[in-house]
C-alpha cells in the first residue's frame, strides 16, 4: 500500500496531516485468466476437459 | 503553564501541563472538535470537508515544541526542566460514530502505515528521544471526545516504564545472550494456554504475569525493535491481529470495549537497543460485564497489581470468542 501525505501548517501555526491511499500506484494485477484460458479459482468442470 | 517537575523520591519526572483543565470535555456530537468540517458550519480542528486518516497536534499538548521557560525555579533537589515535546491526535476515520475495532483491515492497514510515519518523522528529530503511540478507549479510561483517536506523545527523555523494560531486557541480554521478550514468546507458544491469536507475523496472549485480566500483549514473532523495521507483509498482519483482537473484546461483554492499548518500541535517541523487541500492550479496565478493575491501595500506593483471575482461563474465554 503506498500511503499519500499532504501537510498544511493551520492558522495558529500548528501543523496538521492529511493521509490517505495513493491510488494512482497500481497495485500488482493478478491476471484473470491463466494461459491456458483457465479463469483463476474456479475448477475446470469434467464435461469440459 | 506547563514544566516537568522532578520526583526525587522515585526517581521520575511528572508534568504539570494547567492549560488541560481547559480542554474540550464531553462536546455535543454536533460540535465535535475532530469530525470534519461542514459547509456553512462551525470549523472543527480539520478543515476538510472530507478525510481518510489525519494527524495533527494536539490543541492542550502535555509537551510543547517551543517549551515555556517553567514558571517555577528548580534547585538541587526539586529539579525542574521546560516540558518540550510533540504530541499529536491521529483520527481514525471522518465517522462519529465507530470505533477503530469497527473499521475494516484496510483502515487499520492504512493506520499502521500512519503509526510507521508518524514514528519515523518525529523520531528524526534530535531533541525527540521516544515516540510513544498510544489510544485511550472509553469514559471509564478518562476519554473526553466520542470520536475515535488515538495519540502520540514525542518525549524529550526516555519514559521510565520503558526505561524499566530496557534495563531488564539488558540485564538479560548480558547474561543469557538472548532476547527476552524472544523467550517470553517462545514459553507462551510452547504452553500455548495463554495464547489468544497468532499469524504468521505476530502473536497475541495474556501473559504469564498478566496485572489486568484481559490483558492482551501482542509480540512480533520476529525480533524487531521498532514499527519501522516492519515488512509490508507485516503491516498487514499487525492489522489483521489488531482487527480480531479488539472485535473479541468487543463481543466478550456484547459492549464496545474499553481499553487502553500502548505500543513499546525502540527509544530514537540514535542508540542501539538490539536487546529490544517491539510489541504492544492492551489494558482494558473491566473483570466482568459490569465490574471495573480500579488501581486502589495497593496498585496505586504500593504498585504492586492484585490480579483476581488467572491469565490461563482469560486467555481461553477470549479464545472461544468470534470476531
Not at chain 2, 495464547?195 to 524487531?224: G, Q
Not at chain 2, 499487525?238 to 480480531?244: E, G, P, Q, T, Y
Request: positive net charge; glycine residues 4%; aromatic residues 14%.
Amino acid at each position: 500500500m503506498k500511503i499519500k501525505k499532504t501537510k498544511i501548517i493551520k492558522a495558529d501555526g500548528r501543523y496538521l496531516v492529511y493521509y490517505e491511499e495513493d491510488k494512482s500506484v497500481k497495485k500488482n494485477k493478478v491476471p484473470l485468466f491463466t494461459k491456458e484460458g483457465n479463469q483463476r479459482g474456479v475448477r475446470r468442470r469434467k464435461s469440459n476437459v | 503553564m506547563s514544566e516537568l517537575r522532578w520526583n526525587p523520591v522515585l526517581e521520575e519526572w511528572v508534568v504539570t501541563a494547567t492549560h488541560r483543565q481547559d480542554r474540550t470535555f464531553f462536546p455535543p456530537p454536533d460540535f465535535c472538535p475532530i469530525c470534519p468540517t461542514k459547509k456553512g458550519k462551525f470549523e472543527t480542528e480539520i478543515p476538510s470537508e472530507n478525510y481518510d486518516i489525519v494527524v495533527f497536534e494536539n490543541k492542550f499538548p502535555s509537551f510543547n515544541r517551543n517549551a515555556s521557560v517553567p514558571a517555577i525555579l528548580g534547585d538541587e533537589l526539586y529539579k525542574v526542566k521546560k516540558s518540550r515535546g510533540i504530541c499529536e491526535v491521529i483520527v481514525y476515520t471522518p465517522e462519529h460514530n465507530t470505533t477503530l475495532a469497527d473499521q475494516s483491515v484496510e483502515q487499520i492497514h492504512k493506520l499502521v502505515y500512519v503509526w510507521k510515519d508518524r514514528y519515523e518523522e518525529l523520531g528524526s528529530h534530535k531533541f525527540i528521544k521516544y515516540v510513544f503511540i498510544f489510544e485511550n478507549k472509553g469514559e471509564v479510561i478518562g476519554v473526553t471526545l466520542h470520536h475515535p483517536h488515538g495519540q502520540i506523545y514525542s518525549f524529550s527523555y526516555i519514559p521510565p516504564k520503558i526505561q524499566k523494560e530496557l534495563l531488564s531486557s539488558q540485564k538479560y541480554m548480558n547474561k543469557l545472550k538472548k532476547c527476552l521478550f524472544c523467550d517470553i514468546l517462545d514459553k507462551e507458544i510452547k504452553f500455548k494456554k495463554r495464547i489468544v491469536y497468532t499469524n504468521k507475523s505476530f502473536t497475541a496472549f495474556i501473559p504469564f504475569f498478566a496485572r489486568y485480566p484481559y490483558e492482551v500483549h501482542i509480540y512480533a514473532n520476529r525480533h524487531i525493535q521498532a514499527i519501522s523495521d516492519f515488512t509490508e507483509k507485516e503491516c498487514l498482519n499487525l492489522a489483521k491481529i489488531l482487527k480480531v483482537i479488539m472485535k473479541k473484546y468487543d463481543n466478550l461483554f456484547e459492549m464496545s470495549f474499553p481499553y487502553i492499548m500502548v505500543m513499546h518500541q525502540k527509544p530514537t535517541d540514535g542508540k542501539k537497543y538490539n536487546n529490544y523487541h517491539w510489541h504492544i500492550e492492551f489494558y482494558p479496565p473491566y473483570r466482568t460485564k459490569n465490574k471495573i478493575k480500579f488501581l486502589a491501595g495497593c496498585e496505586s500506593g504500593a504498585g504492586t497489581f492484585i490480579n483476581d483471575t488467572m491469565a490461563e482461563e482469560k486467555a481461553k474465554e477470549l479464545r472461544k470468542i468470534k470476531w
